[in-house]
């Protein structure tokens, strides 16, 4: 079975083991982002206040490793919320335009 993304629910989102997040830099990726800390290394990650509250908030650097051995199970399922999705299509929209 391929992996895929799927839009899911945002109830569906509460039931995932992660959220998988960016480091925090110092500079938010898109305004209203929330800093947290990575659940596995510490490190500081930024978010969208409307990401899933229940499942962990892992930095892409500590989920990238176990998102490949999932793919070699093939039981990786990748999951981004409408309104996520809605945000980072008008993001690259505008980033596009200028």
């Known amino acids: 079975m391929p992996n895929k993304l ?13 959220v998988v997040c960016i480091r925090f830099t110092g500079l938010l990726a898109l305004p209203g982002n929330l800093i947290g800390t990575c659940c596995k290394c510490g490190y500081m990650i930024q978010y969208r206040p409307h990401a899933p509250k229940t499942p962990a908030k892992i930095c892409l650097e500590c989920a990238v490793p176990e998102m490949d051995d999932s793919f070699g199970e093939h039981d990786l399922k990748v999951m981004i ?4 999705a809605a945000e980072v299509a008008a993001y690259l929209q505008k980033k596009k335009a200028n």
Request: with cysteine; proline share 6%; glycine share 12%.
């Open 81 to 84: 919320t409408p309104k996520t």
């Open 6 to 18: 799927e839009i899911g629910t945002q109830e569906e989102g509460e039931d995932c083991d992660y």
